[in-house]
DNA sequence: CGGGCCTTTGACTGGTTTCAACTTCTGTGG
DNA sequence: CCACAGAAGTTGAAACCAGTCAAAGGCCCG
């Protein structure tokens, strides 16, 4: 079910058996099969939405109605439009499944109520939050530093799992280069 | 000394007198002049810094030995290399003011005793993480969809006041352009 | 008032995108 | 289980956004 939840939960705070079922009562576990939509445009993003074993991507139509992916979730982490589940404004995102995939979701509204309930959770979402950030620090200064063929190369040779299992079109997109490009690239690489 | 920062935490938390006199226990605050460091490459980024009026600018050199702004923190804003702050590993960043700026700052150590303290401070990190997420997501998404041109236009249009307190080839470095390509785009819109 | 840093200008370059056509793969229905 | 339509990936030519380099001008601060 939710195992690697309380499993991740663990590794930062204490929780008992108790706990665990306080836990369960807020959320949902979902299953997916591929290509379904836990998110899209225009509607709000009212859930947290953790991936427990599978693969999610995250993305918006830019101007030329292509779709740009700007987050890939893979098992163990937390996905959302922060702004939109923060504010209650609508998202411009869509999240979908890339592949069958088991999903551990809570609203917000039972977000707010678990840690009201719960307050020592405070501190496994303030650590799983600041993880984020890190992350973010990290990709943005990658982003910075190396050319787009750079990027590329980083990324394939540092998940090259990954590589395997999602559709090339959706990493090009990923990493901000056309898939025309993307195939230059492999091609010089091999 | 340190108002901003309880001001802060009292929009999203209660926090008692009391709990001010306990925060202060675990707190220091600092005065810089104009290009004073924080961090600097090498070093471990051991403390939290909090921003309580003036600027800061984050960086880190490139392979061309040019320094490549990857963050600024205003008034209110807190800054770090989380990475490093949580690993106690060393930086590549470089933390420096741009302007006469007080601080507020809290090490690793502290931090972890003051939330050991005060759990309930543990909330308002929360927040201001999710806040941060929130915000590099936003980020990433304009650097997706925008060419280099719309994101100087719509950078120097949000933060008119910004564009005159530090220096273009800061902007420009952080926007991820030269100096030479933004004075073009400069001309171009005047 | 002078030196060095910041900004501007213009010519040239190249990494990456765009477009269009072609090939290969994949999944769905008969 | 095969066929075939649409999706995904490849190729090559042309165009362009943005960077590089070099040199000159402006301006701040000691």
Redesign the pocket.
Known sequence: MSDKLFQQIRKFIDLSANDELVVNKYINTLQLN?KEFLLHDGKVCNDLYFVEKGCLRMYFINK?DSEQITQFALDGWWIADYMSFMNNTPSNYYIQSIEKTEIVSISSQKFDDLLKELPHLEKYFRIIMQKAVAASQHRAKLMYE??????YIHFSTSFPEFMQRV??????SYL????????????KKL
């Open positions: 591929k030329k190396m050319t787009k063929e750079e990027f559709p090339q079109y959706m990493i090009a901000g280069l056309t898939p025309e490009y993307m195939s230059e690239l492999r091609k």
